[in-house]
């Protein structure tokens, strides 16, 4: 599963104010507090995050399928804020909030893969994307990697977030049995007020939901649930990414289907005479995207 995040987790139209506040003295007022450090360097607004040269030709490609700009403006991601990143794989969404953050004196937590010393891949996922962040640290700011799974600890300071973000993920978690903790754990984060923002593989109305999600697809009215379960509250759902070109019925599940574009059964070597055309031309997935809210009078 580690080694499918790389490929499927490759995570606006806010524009932020990235300007200074001017320090205030004389006539015996006391001068207001410097704002927080900002990254040199990156970009003043989100869009141009998303225009970033760091991203690369492929990611930006995606844009015309995950919407970011209109995502994270639903979800709404603002200057300055707290976010926690659940499972950031290899940093598709990564490459877009962490530079708005760090140039706008905001904080994000990554948390990545709970470390498994028996499963090198998970290691390898993991190194591979911290390298990524310290590699160019003006660009990223100070990213906090936490980590997310069976026995992991918080993923932030409770009651630290204003955002967090399950972005395609939920499925790999039901696989795991992870799912419920994934929302407690999301909730425990969140300030009173903050927001849970789901992006994920959308099931077709009224079949039986599978719990293990084996194709990769979610019924809306289950993440709604598990949500719910855990004291939150549905404040929006969203349109945004839903394509209804997607037939749900694949060979191989949602990874049938771009980017991942499977020919063959989960760990068997792909088929080099698999007819991809009539799956490219779906493009990806149908997928909800949710927005929640935890109740101001909710406590961490």
């Known amino acids: 599963m580690a080694r499918e995040l790389l490929t499927l987790t490759r995570r606006s139209a806010l524009?932020?104010?990235g300007a200074l506040t001017l320090g205030a003295a004389g006539?015996?007022?006391?001068?207001?507090?410097?704002?927080?450090?900002?990254?040199?360097?990156s970009p003043q607004s989100l869009q141009s995050a998303i225009?970033?040269?760091?991203?690369?030709?492929?990611?930006?490609?995606?844009?015309?399928?995950?919407?970011?700009?209109?995502?994270?403006?639903?979800?709404?991601?603002?200057?300055?804020?707290?976010?926690?990143?659940?499972?950031?794989?290899?940093?598709?969404?990564?490459?877009?909030?962490?530079?708005?953050?760090?140039?706008?004196?905001?904080?994000?937590?990554?948390?990545?893969?709970?470390?498994?010393?028996?499963?090198?891949?998970?290691?390898?996922?993991?190194?591979?994307?911290?390298?990524?962040?310290?590699?160019?640290?003006?660009?990223?700011?100070e990213v906090e990697m936490t980590a997310f799974g069976p026995t992991s600890g918080p993923v932030?300071?409770?009651?630290?977030?204003?955002?967090?973000?399950?972005?395609?993920?939920?499925?790999?978690?039901?696989a795991a049995g992870i799912a419920e903790k994934a929302f407690r754990d999301a909730f425990a984060a969140l300030k009173p007020g903050g927001v849970l923002g789901v992006e994920e593989h959308r099931a077709d109305v009224g079949g039986v939901q599978d719990v293990l999600a084996a194709d990769g697809?979610?019924?809306?009215?289950?993440?709604?649930q598990l949500a719910e379960e855990a004291g939150f509250k549905l404040?929006?759902?969203?349109e945004i990414n839903a394509n209804p070109r997607d037939t749900k019925d694949h060979p191989f599940g949602v990874w049938t289907l771009p980017p991942v574009r499977r020919s063959s059964p989960r760990g068997q070597p792909d088929d080099p005479a698999f007819d991809h055309a009539r799956f490219d031309a779906i493009g990806e997935s149908d997928r909800m995207t949710l927005r929640f809210v935890k109740p101001a009078a909710a406590q961490p």
């Not at 015996?28 to 450090?37: L, M, Q």
């Not at 995606?62 to 995502?71: G, L, M, Q």
């Not at 932030?156 to 039901?174: C, I, Q, T």
């Not at 697809?217 to 709604?224: F, I, R």
């Open 15 to 17: 524009l932020a104010a």
């Open 27 to 41: 006539c015996g007022r006391k001068a207001e507090e410097p704002p927080p450090a900002k990254a040199a360097g």
């Open 51 to 141: 225009d970033g040269d760091w991203r690369s030709p492929a990611d930006k490609a995606r844009d015309a399928w995950r919407h970011p700009a209109e995502s994270l403006a639903f979800w709404g991601l603002k200057p300055g804020q707290t976010v926690v990143e659940f499972w950031p794989g290899a940093g598709w969404y990564t490459d877009i909030i962490a530079p708005f953050l760090a140039a706008t004196g905001g904080k994000l937590y990554a948390a990545n893969l709970q470390p498994d010393p028996a499963d090198p891949a998970v290691q390898a996922v993991i190194d591979a994307f911290r390298a990524k962040l310290e590699g160019a640290r003006r660009r990223y700011g």
């Open 156 to 174: 932030a300071p409770a009651g630290s977030a204003d955002l967090v973000l399950f972005l395609r993920n939920l499925h790999n978690w039901m």
């Open 217 to 224: 697809y979610v019924q809306q009215a289950y993440v709604v």
């Open 235 to 238: 404040a929006a759902a969203s």
